[in-house]
């Protein structure tokens, strides 16, 4: 029994620590227009990536589930304070800093999970989500994400391009500094957490099992990797100079293409080609060390062009980035490079958001920022 209760004091030391050290998020000592306790979290400067390799996803809802707890404990106190009662608090997100590397899909999952398993277990207790300082990459994050919440939860998100236009009107203590003064906000930016105190190399190894496998008998062996019980991350084998093309043919103007990938022992270099030649596939190469680009009557800046430039990147790396599609066809082409002295795993998933999902996401956060700019006047 005593040996039990030390692990668990071990065990919340630990989350502590976490918290304390790499966690960019803490109360404030304002409340919102509404006397609700308010929480203020720097996204953009979050770790995902090392909260979940070092306490994992589960470590990250227990805090999760502690900022709740002292949600309702701030609650009770602003009650008695304010002589009525106070049922929900407030969340600010800064989003200054906010990439792509945000969209790694293991901390989206995570993300997601949180959201649900706070909504199962303190229902209504979230009254407004104030999004501030949003990069223009985040249009592209709220159109995955929100399809997964509940239409009451998505009309508790509001939108600020800063802090100057419209956030007084729902935190009227908030001076326009807040978020640039580390003296006001009192809440550290987080930083990136060492990699020593990682508890696993990827959340999506093999070696981690929860792997569904699917193998042809070739060196090409694919895997499928369960995240969150959703099969989304594919695990291709490659040898040193072999090609891997993924061929993409796009009809919908202005849809957005977004991927996310690592490989695992190697470097790894990865190019988006654009063709709009519709019989690319006719242009089959010989075998998995050719490209379909090697092959007779294939001329850059001809019949096709790079899109996006050729980037290499380090073993266990992972990478997210998008583009906006034209109607063509693309090929998104990974490398294990020549110079390689070994075979690796490449883990990636791409994702295309229709141009309506996208632009309907646009408008609902131009339309927050219009009812929020009517709120300054």
Not at 159 to 185: Q, R
Not at 261 to 290: G, H, P, Q, R, V
Not at 316 to 322: V, Y
């Amino acid at each position: 029994m005593l040996l039990s209760l030390n692990i668990f004091y071990f065990l919340f030391f630990i989350l502590i620590f976490f918290f304390v050290k790499y966690f960019p998020g803490e109360w404030s000592f304002m409340t919102d227009n509404e006397q609700r306790p308010l929480y203020v979290i720097k996204l953009g400067t979050m770790d995902v990536k090392g909260l979940l390799k070092s306490i994992g996803e589960d470590g990250l809802l227990k805090l999760t589930l502690y900022i709740c707890e002292q949600g309702l404990k701030k609650m009770e106190e602003l009650t008695k304070k304010h002589g009525k009662p106070i049922w929900q608090w407030c969340l600010l997100v800064d989003c200054m800093n906010l990439s792509m590397r945000h969209m790694w899909r293991p901390g989206l999952a995570t993300f997601l999970r949180i959201i649900e398993v706070v909504e199962k277990n303190y229902p209504e207790t979230m009254g407004r989500v104030l999004i501030v300082r949003a990069p223009r990459v985040f249009p592209i994050l709220w159109t995955i994400v929100s399809a997964f919440i509940d239409e009451n939860t998505r009309n508790k998100f509001l939108f600020f391009e800063d802090t100057e236009h419209g956030l007084d009107h729902f935190i009227p203590e908030m001076s326009s500094d807040f978020l640039t003064a580390s003296d006001k906000t009192l809440i550290h930016n987080g930083g990136v957490i060492p990699k020593q105190l990682y508890k696993m190399d990827s959340i999506d190894e093999p070696d981690h099992g929860n792997i569904d496998r699917e193998s042809d008998g070739s060196d090409l062996t694919k895997t499928k990797i369960k995240l969150n019980e959703h099969s989304i991350y594919q695990n291709v084998k490659l040898q040193p100079g072999q090609y891997y093309e993924i061929v993409i043919k796009n009809d919908d103007n202005r849809a957005v293409l977004t991927w996310d990938y690592e490989s695992l022992k190697s470097e790894m270099l990865f190019t988006i080609y654009e063709t709009t030649d519709a019989d690319i596939n006719d242009f089959t190469n010989d075998d998995d060390f050719t490209s379909i680009f090697d092959a007779a009557g294939m001329k850059e800046n001809v019949n096709y062009k790079i899109k996006e430039r050729t980037i290499t990147s380090r073993a266990k790396e992972s990478i997210q980035g998008s583009i906006e599609m034209e109607k063509a066809t693309y090929v998104m082409q990974f490398t294990n490079p020549t110079t390689s002295d070994m075979s690796t795993r490449l883990l990636y998933f791409y994702e295309i958001l229709s141009s309506a999902n996208y632009r309907g996401s646009m408008t609902s956060l131009q339309s927050g920022l219009s009812a929020i700019s009517l709120h300054s006047r």
